[in-house]
């Protein structure tokens, strides 16, 4: 049984329905940041909107670039509660950006709360998070303590299109002996991520009336053959990838997705362009770069000539490689006391999907984790929901951890 006094509870429940009810999707973040702002303003040592140069979207690993698109509203938030004995530090992680609506969900920007659950789009992915380090920090203050070393809050934009706010933060630089980026992981702890890249292939044929057999050639034809072509890529990749650690309980940790199809604009013509959006994964021995290098190459080799020379493939969207640490590492093994402190079971196990979390790991050379309370299973779906005694659950495991195993 938690030992959290009602007042925390209470706050931080407000705290997350009032979050719920910030329509933050992609651009419309600020009004989230300062809402945050305001309410971690008395609690921390600083606490400071992050404006984003729109510059950044000139940065090589931006992702999902839309025209028009700027940034003059929409901040990261960093804060800091400063540590009392030098001890090592640590950067928290999560996001204030949400997917749009599902269909069929009603009243997705109304939370409900049935039973100690709350629903409505964030709720677990990831305002649910925001509202864990939000309890952890009332945590902090509930026992009186002060954290060995500092902690630093990153409250990011844009990490379901691709981490562009992890990014700007990440480009200003940032220093910390280990990085816990929070997602719904049913509070696993998540050393090893997969990455993934989202493509765009467009595929050209020539066109024709369907009566006109000689000299049409169906870019929609082709693009049933490109999708078998990429494939039997995604298969050899995967038989590369196997034996690496955690990841082998899953049949395909990786899996090739074809989302959009369009081609042609009327039944009885042949089309002269279809275009196949999807999004491939790749597991951490791997990178983006020679992913998608070898996803053209896959292209160019298969068997249909045409094919082999009439296909544009490029990747405008969100492209993340995986990231990975040992699972004996102290930052997995001081997770896991504190789990079990908490009579939590401590499973270690590793993320399908991706996230922010290699930004931190391979380009700042923190070791990090994913841990977080709430579902995948109910992130992005009209089923959206996270249960309150799992945020607080999760927070003293943080609480725990930072006292007890960052000194």
């Known amino acids: 049984m938690l030992l959290i006094s009602s007042e925390t509870r209470n706050a931080v429940r407000d705290l997350l329905m009032g979050l719920i009810r910030i329509p933050s999707v992609r651009g419309h973040e600020g009004p989230a940041a300062r809402y945050l702002c305001d309410r971690l303003l008395p609690l921390t040592d600083r606490c400071e909107l992050i404006a984003i140069n729109d510059a950044i979207m000139q940065d090589p690993d931006y992702a999902f670039p839309l025209p028009g698109h700027t940034y003059r509203d929409t901040p990261n938030l ?32 109304d939370p409900i709360e049935e039973n100690g659950t709350i629903w409505g789009r964030g709720a677990c992915d990831a305002k649910g998070q925001v509202a864990t380090l ?10 009186r303590v002060r954290p060995p070393g500092d902690l630093t809050f990153h409250f990011v934009v844009e990490e379901e299109n691709g981490g562009n706010g992890t990014l700007a933060m990440i480009r200003r630089g940032v220093r910390a002996d280990a990085a816990v980026v929070l997602e719904p992981s049913e509070m696993s702890i998540i050393p090893a991520v997969r990455g993934a890249v989202w493509f765009d292939l467009k595929v050209f044929g020539r066109a024709a009336h369907s009566g006109n057999v000689a000299g049409r050639i169906s870019a929609l034809d082709k693009a049933v053959i490109a999708m078998q072509a ?18 082998d309980e899953f049949a395909d940790p990786m899996p090739l997705t074809f989302g959009m199809l369009a081609a042609g604009n009327w039944p009885a013509s042949v089309p002269s362009v279809a275009e196949l959006k999807g ?15 070898e996803m053209r190459e896959a292209l160019r080799s298969q068997s249909d000539e045409w094919l082999r020379d009439h296909f544009d493939l490029t990747f405008p969207m969100l492209n993340s490689d995986g990231n990975m640490i040992p699972t004996e590492h102290p930052l ?73 195993s960052v000194a």
């Open 78 to 109: 960093e804060c800091l509660v400063r540590g009392n004995s030098g001890g090592r530090s640590v950067v928290f992680n999560t996001h204030l950006d949400i997917v749009p609506p599902s269909e069929g969900q009603a009243r997705a920007f």
């Open 134 to 143: 939000y309890a952890l920090i009332l945590l902090l203050r509930e026992r």
């Open 230 to 247: 990429l494939r039997d890529y995604h298969d050899r990749l995967l038989a590369e990838s196997r034996g690496l650690p955690l990841f």
């Open 279 to 293: 999004v491939l994964g790749f597991l951490p021995n791997h990178h983006r770069h020679s992913v998608q290098e």
């Open 332 to 404: 997995v093994t001081s997770l896991r006391a504190a789990v079990r402190k908490n009579q939590v079971s401590d499973r270690v196990r590793a993320m399908t999907a991706s996230c922010d979390a290699w930004l931190y790991n391979n380009q700042a050379q923190i070791p990090t984790v994913v841990f977080g309370p709430g579902s995948l299973s109910h992130a992005h779906s009209k089923e959206e929901q996270i249960k309150l005694d799992d945020i607080l659950t999760a927070a003293s495991v943080l609480a725990d951890w930072v006292m007890d």
